[in-house]
């Protein structure tokens, strides 16, 4: 059984399942099930609890600006709630956010400016970390498009190391692009300056 005292009433929550509980407000009437459980620290395990009907809603819903609370505990105290590890609190709004979101670029907190959260984010394997912190596809390195917010994914540093023809590419003329060897010679245009179709030897 879980007691709590709550907008000056006495709240005690029942626990019949983990996850699910019934709520009685001044209770008088102590029970001794042997199928209640108790309501600890652990109890929503990485979610936020509703404290007020003992459920648990993702903390990513915490200061989202929707209630999902029954009694919109998640949506109170966003000028100071504290975000659990692994989450990124946004700092316009409070709203907690895993860093995965932010840093593999699905989620940009409102407001956000200056440098991404992601210092100490690890890229999964097959992504590049750009020099801001996010991650993209290997596959974006060199394309000739910027990806990373701050160009890092195409510089000439990083296409000299990326483009090497150990790796099954061709670093076009000027350094800044590369492309499969298999485009070299096959009457397409690649690179920016088309020297990927000159030299070929016509058979
Ligand atoms: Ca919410
Ligand atoms: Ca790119
Ligand atoms: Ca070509």
């Not at 596809?137 to 540093?157: F, K």
């Not at 296409?159 to 099954?168: D, K, N, P």
Request: proline share 5%; glycine share 8%; aromatic share 10%.
């Amino acid at each position: 059984m879980w007691v709590k005292t709550i907008f000056g009433f006495l709240v005690t929550a029942h626990c019949c399942f983990l996850l699910s509980c019934t709520l009685q407000i001044n209770d008088s009437h102590p029970e001794n099930g042997s199928d209640e459980l108790s309501i600890t620290a652990n109890y929503c395990g990485p979610k936020f609890l509703c404290h007020l009907t003992g459920h648990c809603v993702f903390y990513s819903w915490v200061c989202d600006n929707v209630s999902d609370c029954i009694g919109g505990e998640d949506e109170a105290n966003c000028e100071t709630n504290v975000c659990p590890e692994g989450y990124h609190r946004c700092n316009q709004t409070g709203q907690c956010v895993p860093y995965k979101w932010i840093c593999e670029g699905s989620f940009m907190c409102p407001g956000h400016s200056g440098p991404l959260p992601c210092a100490n984010y690890t890229c999964p394997l097959g992504k590049f970390k750009c020099t801001s912190g996010r991650c993209i596809p290997n596959y974006l390195i060199c394309d000739g498009d910027p990806d990373c917010d701050d160009g890092s994914d195409e510089t000439e540093q990083m296409c000299a190391i990326y483009c090497s023809s150990s790796t099954g590419k061709y670093l076009c003329a000027g350094g800044r692009k590369c492309i499969s060897t298999m485009s070299q010679c096959d009457l397409i245009y690649d690179c920016p300056q088309m020297d990927d179709e000159y030299n070929c030897s016509i058979d």
